[in-house]
């Protein structure tokens, strides 16, 4: 399958380029987590043993580290999928045996290679099969009916573009920001949700747009709904969505801003930051996305929404922490 791309909802797996992406925003993948991917892709429903992958992927030499190298994979590869080895969507575990992916997956060609992988010979019509004209009575019948059709084609491209141009022109009045995914495994989910939140806060200084609430939005923190269906839920013109990636004090976040109706892709980009500046990384966010939807902010708002400043890592790991714990009271510790 190295010239497919691979889709198993709400994923894609260009096997050329070993790219993961989700709703179409590239996720981070390592070389060995991919390979492992494409692997399990390649014979989707089948048992993939670790002495298969052992030999497939892993050179002779790191026999010895070959067990702690592939559960590290197939960890990372889960958190990529947000997949759990308890609950699998994606990539079951055979006892003893190895892995399974499991979800139905369906292969296409990539767009750049459809004309090419047609034979020449066969891409201009034979013109030794070119059929007899149709009988004088039924040419101008024919004709007319052919009129006809391209006359109502005309008519619904027409209507159907009007349509688009009208809605992509409404301005923009309600937008969610999902939970971002957590490419960093589960010890991070209190630093991602976190980011979520405060991306939340700084978007609801924007007093002429509707932010859907953190209760409401963590609903979809495992997200298997196609975004319209999303949307449709939440009442809201946008989405935002993203994936978060931390190793030590550095972090990368890409970020998506999706109108759902017609569904286009605003504005994608990827950034990276110290975690010190995580409050800056936060406020040009916001910035870029009250941008992005044409909102004219009054200079006090703006100022509002830009300001920021430099933190202590270590103090804002725990009140991340602390947020999480909170959020997840019960009535009873209240």
Do not use: C
Request: charged share 25%; net charge positive; hydrophobic share 45%.
């Amino acid at each position: 399958m190295h010239r497919k791309v691979a889709s198993f909802s709400p994923f894609e797996f260009d096997a050329q380029t070993t790219e993961l992406r989700k709703h179409g925003l590239r996720l981070k993948l390592p070389g060995q987590p991919a390979q492992v991917l494409q692997v399990l892709i390649e014979r989707a429903g089948e048992v993939v043993t670790r002495e298969e992958l052992q030999k497939l992927l892993w050179p002779a030499e790191t026999y010895g580290d070959f067990d702690q190298g592939l559960n590290t994979a197939i960890k990372r590869l889960r958190a990529a999928l947000g997949d759990s080895a308890q609950t699998p969507r994606f990539i079951e575990t055979v006892a003893r045996r190895g892995y399974r992916f499991i979800a139905p997956v369906q292969f296409a060609l990539p767009v750049q290679f459809a004309i090419e992988d047609v034979p020449a010979d066969r891409r201009q019509p034979d013109p030794g099969l070119t059929p007899a004209p149709s009988p004088a009575p039924f040419r101008r019948f024919r004709l007319l009916t052919i009129a006809g059709v391209v006359i109502a084609v005309a008519g619904l491209i027409v209507w159907s573009y009007s349509r688009r141009v009208i809605a992509q022109s409404a301005p923009i009045r309600s937008l969610a920001v999902l939970p971002l995914a957590n490419l960093s495994g589960p010890d991070q989910d209190y630093f991602v949700d976190g980011m979520a939140d405060a991306l939340r806060q700084k978007l609801q200084l924007i007093k002429s747009v509707r932010v859907i609430s953190r209760t409401s939005s963590m609903h979809y923190s495992d997200n298997r709904k196609a975004l319209p269906d999303v949307a449709h839920e939440l009442n809201v013109d946008a989405v935002v969505e993203g994936a978060v990636q931390r190793s030590g004090n550095r972090l990368m976040l890409s970020i998506a801003l999706t109108r759902v109706e017609p569904e286009r892709r605003i504005w994608s980009n990827t950034f990276e930051s110290d975690v010190e500046d995580v409050l800056a990384l936060e406020a040009t966010l916001a910035g870029r996305i009250a941008d992005e939807i044409k909102v004219n902010l009054a200079s006090p708002d703006r100022a509002r929404l830009m300001a920021t400043r430099r933190v202590d890592p270590a103090a804002y790991l725990a009140y991340a922490r602390g947020r999480q714990a909170w959020n997840k009271r019960s009535q009873q510790d209240l």
